[in-house]
């Protein structure tokens, strides 16, 4: 590996993949994002200590060699199914925004009070909690979402069952 990969302008190549499955691997996981481009480094993180010492922690990292790469990368592998789990991808110096000042979740009035209230307190009623999940869906259709479409393009698991033990 380069060791002048980890240069700031590098920082934007570099995927963060998350809801992993259990069952994926780091080949696995290596083989799903090849085609996108050239990998130069790769972190699949386990836990260190405890009762699931060894075991996967549910997400990695991948550095292309470019920022075209890893931007493809996300584009074509964000919410893809693996062994039955949507993936999150996405830059690693990017934030993750519960809710973006423009209001994106199309909450008016009262729902995004309740809702902007709720995350300052940290706790919501079940009446907010559902109209929070309600706004999620309506998004959600609006964007063209599909379950069906999802699964179609579901990556088995059936190669990605062993887990190589950690010798380190």
């Avoid at 996967?56 to 919410?79: D, N």
């Avoid at 934030?95 to 307190?121: D, F, M, R, V, W």
């Avoid at 929070?132 to 599909?146: H, T, Y």
């Amino acid at each position: 590996m380069d060791p002048n990969v980890f240069v700031g302008e590098k920082t934007e190549a570099k995927l963060y993949i998350g809801n992993l499955d259990m069952r994926i691997t780091e080949a696995a996981l290596i083989k799903m994002f090849s085609p996108f481009g050239k990998i130069v480094h790769e972190e699949f993180l386990l836990h260190t200590r405890g009762r699931k010492r060894g075991e996967p922690r549910g997400f990695a990292f991948i550095q292309y060699s470019s920022e075209e790469e890893a931007k493809l990368a996300k584009e074509k592998m964000h919410g893809r199914l693996a062994c039955g789990r949507p993936l999150v991808v996405r830059l690693s110096s990017e934030k993750y925004l519960i809710q973006e000042p423009h209001n994106p979740s199309g909450q008016s009035g009262e729902a995004a009070k309740t809702s902007l209230l709720a995350s300052s307190s940290g706790q919501m009623s079940r009446t907010s909690k559902i109209a929070a999940i309600k706004n999620k869906l309506k998004a959600l259709e609006g964007e063209g979402f599909s379950a069906k479409k999802q699964k179609q393009d579901n990556i088995p698991c059936s190669n990605t069952v062993d887990h190589p033990s950690v010798q380190r």
